[in-house]
């Protein structure tokens, strides 16, 4: 974690803080994500991962407004998501979050950045809670708090396509990742 990050979450608003309401924008993940945190840290899936339902309309919304792949990442409406322990991420501890980056949800490592649809530009999410937007200018200063560039982004974004699909195709299948 940046030490802006750690500085942020410090004020308890940082991105892996929640406000616990219904339809809040809770980290969303991919199946197969949950299954490679399972495999590194050999927990059951259900001590991480939970399941609900999001809002049809707030998916419509944010896959206009942000990108088309939310309506992958809350396919068929369904929310998978990192448990929460006192409205926190269940993985984030007084010294940042215990995954590595390698295994941490694509949009962990993509926060608060994206990619502007059909186009490798890149945009930022807009959180007035995010301490480093508040300390830069531009995004090239934010890249660089961060200690990213934009490939890093264009990259981790492409990685998580991939996972979307494999999603997409589990939760066809009927099959029950949380048992």
């Not at 809040?24 to 001590?47: T, V, Y």
């Not at 309506?71 to 501890?93: G, P």
């Not at 990213?148 to 997409?168: C, G, S």
Request: hydrophobic residues 35%; contains cysteine.
């Amino acid at each position: 974690m940046s030490y802006i990050c750690q500085e942020c979450h410090e004020t308890k608003y940082g991105c892996c803080n929640f406000t616990g309401e219904p339809n809040s924008i809770e980290i969303g993940i991919s199946i197969p994500e949950a299954i490679i945190i399972q495999k590194a840290i050999g927990l059951p899936i259900s001590d991480f991962l939970e399941r609900d339902m999001i809002n049809p309309l707030l998916v419509d919304s944010i896959a206009r407004s942000i990108h088309p792949n939310f309506k992958q990442i809350f396919y068929k409406n369904i929310r998978y998501k990192l448990k929460t322990v006192d409205n926190k991420c269940i993985f984030l501890t007084d010294q940042g979050c215990q995954l590595p980056r390698n295994i941490r949800p694509h949009y962990c490592n993509l926060y608060p950045f994206w990619l502007m649809p059909d186009e490798d530009r890149l945009q930022v999410l807009i959180n007035p809670d995010c301490l480093a937007q508040t300390r830069v200018i531009n995004i090239v200063e934010l890249l660089k708090l961060f200690g990213i560039n934009r490939n890093d982004i264009i990259n981790e974004f492409y990685a998580l396509q991939d996972k979307l699909k494999e999603h997409v195709e589990f939760i066809d299948s009927g099959k029950d990742i949380i048992q």
